[in-house]
């Protein structure tokens, strides 16, 4: 089933300059800006500017330069907080909510970046 992409989004009123945010990196293609509710000392949100819902939307129909232009402003912005563990960094985890099992609260594509504090296991044990 395509995706329908709900353009009242607030991700997408954040990248219209309708809500303002702490923009961390703006390129061609992405915007990076500090999560509002953060959960780590560093808690950034990497988004794209195109109309995507999700990273299975984006994978199968964003431009290569989309694509490009998004996995390097993630890794931009893990060397901007000096995260990076090839650069001496205490590293840092990826989150990629996508659709219901994951609570995706915002229907655009969206990577978390969080570091700055140990992260625990990877998923809660049940
Ligand atoms: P999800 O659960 O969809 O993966 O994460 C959505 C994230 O968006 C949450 O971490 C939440 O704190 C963040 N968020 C929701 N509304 C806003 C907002 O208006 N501004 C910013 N900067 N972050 C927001």
Redesign the pocket.
Known sequence: MPYTYDDQN?FAK?LRGE?P?SMVVETEHSFA?????EQAPHHV?VIPKGAYVCYDHFAAQATDAEIVDYTRTIGAVCKQLGLEPGAGGAGYRLIA?SGAHA????PHL?V?ILGGRPLGRMLQQV
Do not use: P, R
Request: no cysteine.
């Open positions: 607030i954040i809500i945010s800006f500090n999560d509002i509710s949100l909510n609570v995706q609260e915002v969206h978390h």
